[in-house]
Nanobody, 122 residues
Framework: VQLQASGGGLEQAGGSLRLSCAAS????????MGWFRQAPGKEREFVAA????????YYADALKGRFTISRENAKNTVYLQMDSLKPEDTAVYYC????????????????WGQGTLVTVSS
């Protein structure tokens, strides 16, 4: 699976952004998908994940209520809606995929996208 993330940019605190991750190469609908982020000087961290059907979603505790992950299998795309943005959300956001489980997606994704930069100004 090849993953192409897009939608990053500069946004003011309190604003919103929607990231997209387009997949190609294999059967997208069979993969668990997720988003991670890496802020300057910090380790990459889990943000959110979604099951292959879209029926199950999972979030980092600190981001629940502000971020929403979704997917459109017909478009081979997963989204991350980010609301009420804060300066601490500034990071490079990566999408990732795993064929078998959310647990393995969180710890050892099969595939990574190239990342898209989100900058939130105060």
């Amino acid at each position: 699976v090849q993953l192409q993330a897009s939608g990053g940019g500069l946004e003011q605190a309190g604003g919103s952004l929607r990231l997209s991750c387009a997949a190609s190469g294999r059967t997208f609908s069979g993969y668990y998908m997720g988003w991670f982020r890496q802020a300057p000087g910090k380790e990459r961290e889990f943000v959110a994940a979604i099951s292959w059907s879209g029926g199950g979603t999972y979030y980092a505790d600190a981001l629940k209520g502000r971020f929403t992950i979704s997917r459109e299998n017909a478009k081979n795309t997963v989204y991350l809606q980010m609301d009420s943005l804060k300066p601490e959300d500034t990071a490079v956001y990566y999408c990732a995929a795993h064929r078998h489980s959310i647990v393995l997606l969180r710890t050892r994704p099969d595939f990574w996208g190239q990342g898209t930069l989100v900058t939130v100004s105060s």
